[in-house]
């Protein structure tokens, strides 16, 4: 079954630098990508996703990258504010109803 | 559209005692999909449902876990006898059609077993 890592578990970066949290995925079949933010205390939340198709997507301050050879996909954040203080979860999907998460990461962003 | 809504929002029961979570999806949506959140594990596939059947169990840690989704608006998630390790946060959430859709989450229901 599809296995996903999540690297690194805990990221912190100063106020206005960018953030990078990478993921591997296991089965070539998967074909969605998406991320979600979790603030603490609340729901995860969809913040962009890619499909095998696209190679990079792009909305405001947050882009993420996907290499299907090497089956891995990043996050990246640019400028990082107080607010963008989160766990970040990758996820990865085959199409077929189940999406496996990776362990997460705790971004802290230091004002 | 109010979300996906869960009840209750916090639960605190005894070793032993019996624990219904609940659920109600997005109208429209015809997946769902119950996770549970620990420290430990982090976020775990329990089941998912597609137009109300249960697709894929095989995330339920053992026969004390049971689901079930009797119609299109309602789902429940028991735990029968519950256990300190059963001790999390419990999140439903919804999609249109499947996991290739966007899944949106409830507040979640934070389990105390003591």
């Known amino acids: 079954g599809e296995n996903v890592e999540q690297h690194p578990s805990t990221l912190s970066v100063q106020e206005g630098d960018s953030a990078v949290i990478k993921c591997t995925y296991s089965?070539?079949?998967?074909?969605?990508f998406p991320w979600y933010k979790q603030e603490l205390g609340k729901r995860p939340q969809l913040i962009i996703d890619?499909?095998?198709?696209?190679g990079e997507k792009k909305d405001q301050r947050i882009a993420v990258t996907l290499n299907k050879t090497a089956k891995h996909f990043s996050l990246h954040i640019t400028e990082t504010q107080p607010e963008d203080s989160a766990v970040y979860f990758c996820?990865?999907?085959?199409?077929?109803?189940?999406?496996?998460f990776g362990a997460g990461t705790r971004l802290f962003v230091k004002a | 559209d109010a979300g996906v809504i869960q009840s209750p929002r916090h639960e605190v029961t005894e070793m032993g005692q019996e624990v219904t979570l609940r659920c109600k999806p997005i109208?429209?949506?015809?997946?769902l999909f119950w996770y549970r959140q620990t420290m430990m594990r982090g976020l775990e596939l329990l089941i998912y449902?597609?137009?109300?059947?249960?697709?894929?169990d095989s995330g339920m840690p053992e026969d004390r876990f049971s689901a079930k989704m009797p119609n299109a608006s309602f789902s429940t998630l028991k735990i029968q006898p519950s256990e300190p390790r059963d001790s999390a946060v419990y999140f439903c959430?919804?999609?249109?059609?499947?996991?290739?859709?966007?899944?949106?989450f409830g507040p979640g229901t934070r389990l105390t077993v003591l």
């Open positions: 089965d070539s079949a998967s074909n969605y």
């Open positions: 996820a990865a999907s085959e199409g077929g109803f189940k999406t496996i």
């Open positions: 449902f597609n137009n109300n059947v249960p697709i894929d």
């Open positions: 959430a919804s999609s249109p059609r499947q996991s290739t859709d966007t899944q949106y």
């Open positions: 890619i499909r095998s198709n696209v």
């Open positions: 109208s429209g949506h015809n997946s």
